[in-house]
């Protein structure tokens, strides 16, 4: 299983941007798929995850409202529409899959067996 994230960028305070993970060897829709970032300076934390039935995702209480996580079974792809954006978000962001039933905390990364390489993110004010 491989992924690769994309679509970072500058973009200023206030602005939306949405980066992409594209999978393969496995298919997005049989697979728990999050969203993790690193800060400058900061450990890696949780962003938000996606179940593999239905639509059923989760989020950290500093993105909930405005990212929205979401996939296309057609490309392959998930991906994380972030809105209103802050200089707090600036970060690469990396994508993780997990192949395993849902068990466990999905906030950890150890719940994920396989990592994308990073996109990064600058929220310039």
């Given at each position: 299983v491989q992924l690769q994230a994309s679509g970072g960028g500058l973009v200023?305070?206030?602005d939306s941007l949405r980066v992409s993970c594209v999978v393969?060897?496995?298919t997005v829709g049989s697979t728990v798929m999050g969203w993790f970032r690193q800060g400058?300076?900061?450990e890696r934390e949780f962003?938000?995850?996606i179940k593999r039935i239905g639509d059923?995702?989760?989020y950290a209480p500093s993105v909930k409202g405005r990212f929205t996580i979401s996939r296309d079974s057609s490309k392959n792809t998930v991906?994380?529409?972030m809105n209103s954006l802050k200089p707090e978000d600036t970060a690469v962001y990396y994508c993780a899959a997990?192949?395993?039933s849902w068990n466990g905390n999905y906030f950890v990364e150890d719940f994920y067996d396989y990592w994308g390489q990073g996109t990064q993110v600058?929220?310039?004010s």
């Open positions: 200023q305070v206030g393969s060897g496995r400058p300076g900061k962003v938000s995850v059923t995702a989760y991906y994380l529409q997990r192949l395993r600058t929220v310039s």
